[in-house]
């Protein structure tokens, strides 16, 4: 396994336009997150999962964004109706406990 | 609600210097600490991970916690230029979610 894989690296889309990421954890690693980051700021909760159940969404999460881990393995996270704010790196982050592994993380534009 | 603070620097470090990065929390129950490191345009990257009082030393880091305080720090010794880079500090608490910092940018200085 090499690790945390995060598809696409780099997205393009205009505004209101719908995005799919996905990513593939550690294959052990049973908790699975999803964190937003931009620039000059740390990573920003959005989303996790402990095997293919979603236990806590951030507030911040705005009914536009939507994410699943349906056998426990990959997961998707959908924005839908996208807007300008939503421009940001997405990172992908798995563990078994302790320290989190991070993906090459998805690097959103929206024009 | 749960903080993780750093100072955002940038901290500049002559080479060969020890630069030293500082983080305080506020959550008394965190069990978990984690320095990671991110350059620009990366994901973040660990580099160290300690969970009890005291020091721990891997290579030229050295992160050194101190609970009563609620103070946790990361030592570089003999900085390089690829140490340049910002320093992401996160706490993890009993259900191993992680309160990030918003980071310290390092520069080394040849």
């Known amino acids: 396994d090499t690790g945390v894989s995060q598809d696409p690296r780099h997205k393009i889309t205009k505004r209101g336009q719908n995005v799919t990421f996905r990513c593939d954890p550690i294959?052990?690693?049973?908790?699975l997150y999803w964190y937003r980051q931009t620039l000059g700021q740390g990573p920003e909760f959005l989303t996790y999962?402990?095997?293919?159940?979603?236990?806590?969404k951030s507030r911040l999460l705005s009914d536009r964004f939507s994410a699943e881990r349906p056998k426990g393995s990959f997961s998707t996270l959908e924005i839908q109706r996208t807007e300008q704010g939503d421009s940001a790196m997405y990172l992908c982050?798995?563990?078994?406990?302790?320290?989190?592994?991070f993906g090459s993380g998805t690097r959103l534009t929206v024009v | 609600q749960k903080e993780v603070e750093q100072n955002s620097g940038p901290l500049s470090v002559p080479e060969g210097a020890i630069a030293s990065l500082n983080c305080t929390y506020s959550?008394?129950?965190?069990?978990?600490f984690f320095w990671y490191r991110q350059y620009s345009g990366k994901s973040p990257e660990l580099i160290m991970s300690?969970?009890s009082n005291g020091d721990k030393e891997d290579g030229r880091f050295t992160a050194q916690l101190n609970k009563a305080s609620q103070y946790v720090s990361l030592l570089i010794r003999d900085s390089q230029p690829s140490d340049s880079a910002t320093y992401l500090c996160?706490?993890?608490?009993?259900?191993?979610?992680?309160?990030w910092g918003a980071g310290t940018k390092l520069i080394i200085k040849p």
């Open positions: 982050a798995s563990t078994a406990s302790g320290g989190y592994t």
């Open positions: 300690i969970y």
């Open positions: 294959s052990e690693h049973n908790r």
């Open positions: 999962f402990q095997n293919e159940a979603q236990l806590e």
């Open positions: 959550d008394r129950g965190s069990q978990s």
């Open positions: 996160a706490v993890g608490d009993s259900n191993y979610q992680l309160i």
